[in-house]
């Protein structure tokens, strides 16, 4: 693991004699080799499949393993969208003349080598490559048991146009000892690591956040809420919460909770469990819930669950001050969003909401690096600092203090 770090170090230094018109190019090979290399990508992914299908893995996990040709192509067109975005090193973020005539100039640097742990989604092998490169970072990769073919095929080729550009293939590495034991190992390698980005299970999170010296910036679960307000357009917000919920259950920006003003709670309720029954929702309830449609309690436990699957918690809250209050007790500081037409009620609930993404009027499946224009994502981070929310390729910057004196001496 040590010389395997090593390695990965020594290459960082090369990203930064890169062109950011160089870096577009080989992205686009990169996007390229993948449409290419379909099949043999497919091939592997069925692999995956059919080991998962043995092993019994949720359908959660299945359908983010799933890999078929439009999903790959996705996954190009992410890497051309990373392209197009703008250089995001050597930028000039800001700059002043001390007094004594120091030019100080605050510049944006890469942030050296990134280890990134992963559960499921082979896309996460392409986006994250994509960003640390544009970025340029070396990339350190951890994907999970259940997609090691997909994530080896996936890597295999966008290493092979590294390696036909004369760069080192360490640029985008898979680690070399996959089990628990190396993942102990590369958290605690801070001499060669500078940040480990874990995104999966609850499981996954704690125990990186707890056991690593390298600094983390962690992929928390989603325990995402949508507050149906007394203002609402009801048929507005039937469509968004069918959306948060069903569109992509096993996502971590699904919906697990529908909050329901209690003013409205006996009317409406009725027409939201008629959409999802139609959609096969498997619905809970609190008691008041209880007392307007027919469905299974919904106890302490399931309001901090994150399903991951087509099952919905439904709780009758009061008034926006309820849904704060039940956000903030049980929210992982992921995506909220309110559902209402009183401008007042909406901003109220924006500045009170402490999670990463607030939405009014809208779905919490946005909250997304592509669809925030970031081109991917290398996770969405539910840290405070340093990066939050959908972590694209500023977030894997940082900065430095570049000093231009004419003998100045203190």
Same mark, same amino acid.
């Given at each position: 693991?040590?010389?395997?770090?090593?390695?990965?170090?020594?290459?960082?230094?090369?990203?930064?004699?890169?062109?950011?018109?160089?870096?577009?190019?080989?992205?686009?090979?990169?996007?390229?080799?993948?449409?290419?290399?379909?099949?043999?990508?497919?091939?592997?992914?069925?692999?995956?499949?059919?080991?998962?299908?043995?092993?019994?893995?949720?359908?959660?996990?299945?359908?983010?393993?799933?890999?078929?040709?439009?999903?790959?192509?996705?996954?190009?067109?992410?890497?051309?969208?990373?392209?197009?975005?703008?250089?995001? *090193? &050597?930028?000039? !973020?800001?700059?002043?003349?001390?007094?004594?005539?120091?030019?100080?100039?605050?510049?944006?640097?890469?942030?050296?080598?990134?280890?990134?742990?992963?559960?499921?989604?082979?896309?996460?092998?392409?986006?994250?490559?994509?960003?640390?490169?544009?970025?340029?970072?070396?990339?350190?990769?951890?994907?999970?048991?259940?997609?090691?073919?997909?994530?080896?095929?996936?890597?295999?080729?966008?290493?092979?146009?590294?390696?036909?550009?004369? !760069?080192?293939?360490?640029?985008?590495?898979?680690?070399?000892?996959?089990?628990?034991?190396?993942?102990?190992?590369?958290?605690?390698?801070?001499?060669?690591?500078?940040?480990?980005?874990?995104?999966?299970?609850?499981?996954?999170?704690?125990?990186?956040?707890?056991?690593?010296?390298?600094?983390?910036?962690?992929?928390?679960?989603?325990?995402?809420?949508?507050?149906?307000?007394?203002?609402?357009?009801?048929?507005?917000?039937?469509?968004?919460? /069918?959306?948060?919920?069903?569109?992509?259950?096993?996502?971590?920006?699904?919906?697990?909770?529908?909050? *329901?003003?209690?003013?409205?709670?006996?009317?409406?309720?009725?027409?939201?469990?008629?959409?999802?029954?139609?959609?096969?929702?498997?619905?809970?309830?609190?008691?008041?819930?209880?007392?307007? /449609?027919?469905?299974?309690?919904?106890?302490?436990?399931?309001?901090?669950?994150? =399903?991951?699957?087509?099952?919905?918690? @439904?709780?009758?809250?009061?008034?926006?001050?309820?849904?704060?209050?039940?956000? *903030?007790?049980?929210?992982? &500081?992921?995506?909220?969003? @309110?559902?209402?037409?009183?401008?007042?009620?909406?901003?109220?609930?924006?500045?009170?909401?402490?999670?990463?993404?607030? =939405?009014?009027?809208?779905?919490?499946?946005?909250?997304? &690096?592509?669809?925030?224009?970031?081109?991917?994502?290398?996770?969405?981070?539910?840290?405070?600092?340093?990066?939050? &929310?959908?972590?694209? /390729?500023?977030?894997?910057?940082? =900065?430095?203090?570049?000093? =231009?004196?004419?003998?100045?001496?203190?």
């Amino acid at each position: 693991m040590e010389k395997f770090l090593q390695e990965a170090k020594s290459a960082s230094r090369v990203l930064l004699e890169l062109s950011g018109a160089d870096k577009n190019r080989i992205l686009r090979e990169m996007a390229d080799a993948l449409i290419n290399n379909t099949a043999e990508i497919l091939k592997a992914n069925a692999d995956d499949m059919a080991d998962g299908k043995r092993n019994s893995l949720s359908s959660a996990l299945m359908d983010r393993l799933f890999l078929d040709e439009a999903r790959i192509e996705a996954m190009a067109v992410a890497l051309r969208d990373i392209a197009s975005l703008k250089e995001p *090193v &050597g930028r000039v !973020l800001d700059g002043w003349v001390t007094e004594n005539g120091l030019k100080i100039e605050k510049v944006s640097i890469p942030i050296g080598v990134i280890g990134i742990i992963y559960e499921s989604r082979p896309n996460v092998t392409s986006d994250t490559a994509g960003l640390t490169f544009k970025s340029s970072n070396v990339c350190v990769l951890k994907g999970g048991k259940e997609a090691q073919n997909s994530n080896e095929a996936i890597a295999k080729v966008l290493r092979k146009v590294l390696k036909d550009n004369s !760069l080192p293939e360490a640029l985008i590495s898979l680690i070399p000892d996959a089990s628990r034991e190396g993942v102990a190992k590369l958290i605690k390698m801070d001499r060669y690591v500078d940040l480990i980005v874990p995104r999966g299970g609850e499981g996954l999170i704690r125990y990186v956040s707890e056991n690593a010296s390298v600094p983390v910036v962690k992929h928390d679960k989603g325990q995402c809420h949508t507050y149906v307000d007394r203002d609402a357009d009801i048929d507005e917000a039937i469509a968004i919460a /069918i959306n948060a919920k069903v569109q992509r259950p096993g996502v971590c920006n699904a919906m697990e909770t529908l909050l *329901v003003d209690e003013a409205i709670a006996s009317a409406v309720l009725p027409k939201f469990k008629e959409a999802f029954d139609a959609e096969h929702t498997e619905l809970k309830g609190d008691e008041k819930t209880q007392k307007c /449609i027919d469905v299974a309690h919904a106890g302490d436990s399931d309001f901090h669950t994150e =399903y991951l699957a087509n099952i919905l918690n @439904i709780r009758v809250v009061d008034g926006v001050d309820g849904a704060i209050e039940h956000i *903030v007790e049980y929210g992982s &500081g992921h995506s909220e969003a @309110i559902i209402t037409e009183n401008i007042t009620t909406a901003e109220k609930f924006l500045n009170a909401i402490d999670a990463a993404a607030v =939405y009014v009027n809208a779905s919490t499946r946005f909250t997304d &690096g592509g669809a925030f224009g970031f081109g991917a994502e290398v996770g969405i981070s539910t840290n405070k600092l340093h990066a939050r &929310g959908p972590m694209g /390729i500023e977030g894997l910057t940082t =900065y430095k203090f570049k000093i =231009y004196g004419s003998g100045q001496i203190r």
